[in-house]
């Protein structure tokens, strides 16, 4: 009986030991998972930067490229 215990207790710390391991593992995964995350989230807000940046030169360019459009149109049609 007593002989029956110790590999009981021997059984129960092996598994115990295990699930720590498995624990552990996972841990190390999900730390290593939410940095690649990290640094994907890291280069989207890089690019969406830019886009914005981008965006507002356009537009900028384009309501100046609407005024010359206007500045045209008039001396066209002052010069009917």
């Known amino acids: 009986m007593e002989r029956e215990n110790e590999q009981l207790a021997d059984t129960i710390e092996a598994l115990r030991q295990r ?12 730390e290593r998972e939410n940095k690649r995350m990290s640094e994907t ?4 807000n890089q690019q969406l930067s830019k886009l914005d940046y981008d965006y507002r030169n356009l537009q900028k ?5 609407q005024e010359q ?3 045209v149109e008039q001396v066209l049609f002052l010069n009917k």
């Open 19 to 30: 699930n720590e391991e498995n624990i552990d593992l996972r841990v190390k995964d999900v």
């Open 41 to 44: 989230v890291k280069d989207v």
């Open 61 to 65: 360019q384009h309501a100046r490229l």
């Open 69 to 71: 459009v206007e500045k």
